[in-house]
Each structure stands twice: as C-alpha cells, then as structure tokens.
C-alpha cells in the first residue's frame, strides 16, 4: 500500500523529487588574500564562475550566503618521468574547488568541508587553458557529487593540451 503512494508521490512532483541538494541556494566565491592581491584570482574566478552560472544557484554579492566556494590551487617543482626517449619533465598541477557551509570557517590552507580536487601531470604549469579546464572540472564534479563532507578525486588528464 505505501509503495503506490510513494510512486504517486514521486510522479506527481518529480522537480522536488529530484531536485539537486544545491539547487536555489546562493553563494559567495572566497579567495584567499594571496590569490586576490597577485592576481591570480583573475585566472581562477572567470572559469569558476561561467560553471557556477549555469548551476541552479544564485550568486550573492556579501554575506549571508547558503555555501562558500573556494579554489585552492596547488603544483609542484616537476620531477623526471619515465626513461629513455620518453623521459619528460612533468608538473603536477591540482585543482581543488570546496563547497562549504557559510557557517564553516575555511582554515588558513583552504581545506573546504566538500571539495573536489582534480589532477594533472602536465610538461608546462603555466598553461592557462589547462588551469581554465581544471577549475571546470573540479567545479562541475563538485556540484554534481555534492554532499556536506568530504573529498573526491578526479583525473584532469582531459586537460592536457597536446
């Protein structure tokens, strides 16, 4: 008896059914000071934001916001892959876009309550296009497996420019 109802209930209003947990909540793009006041945030805001555009959600301009997303871009010195003739230098570069309650304080390095980090081994870190490609993908990974804690990992080998 309660299955048909329960079906009932799911056909008479799907939207609310199936409704993403973001969906109508607003938000704020937090930058560290060292991202703002280098510049960087001029890299990292622009593909973050035509992401979040088409996300269901609403940009807030202050406080008072549902969520807090943040970047926290991270890369390493490079180091030496592989042997012989396919020896390369290579770069890590990784992406973490987080997801936060605006009640969560997001510590000094920037570890978000929810984030998605994605991950790619590149032979030039500063390629802005592979950076653009990286913040997107981490930003819809990160609204798509949404949840109030924890951590995904996601390969951003779609990302290197060939």
Sequence with gaps: MRLPFALFALL??????????????SYIIELSSS?????????????LASVLAKSGMRAKNGPGADVVVN???????G???GTGDARQWLYTVKITVGISPESY???YEGT?????????????????DELACLVKLAARTALAHYRPTG????????????
């Design 35 to 47: 991202q703002y006041t280098s510049g960087y945030g001029e890299y990292l805001v622009p593909p």
């Design 151 to 162: 951590a995904v990992q996601t390969d951003g080998s779609a990302c290197l420019r060939r």
């Design 112 to 128: 978000p309550a929810f984030g998605v980090t994605a991950r790619l081994m590149t032979p030039n870190s500063d390629r802005e």
């Design 12 to 25: 008479a209003c799907p939207a609310a059914a199936l409704a993403e947990p973001l969906d109508g909540k």
């Design 105 to 107: 304080v997001i510590p």
């Design 79 to 81: 180091q030496w892959v």
């Design 71 to 77: 970047i926290v871009p991270e890369s390493d010195v």
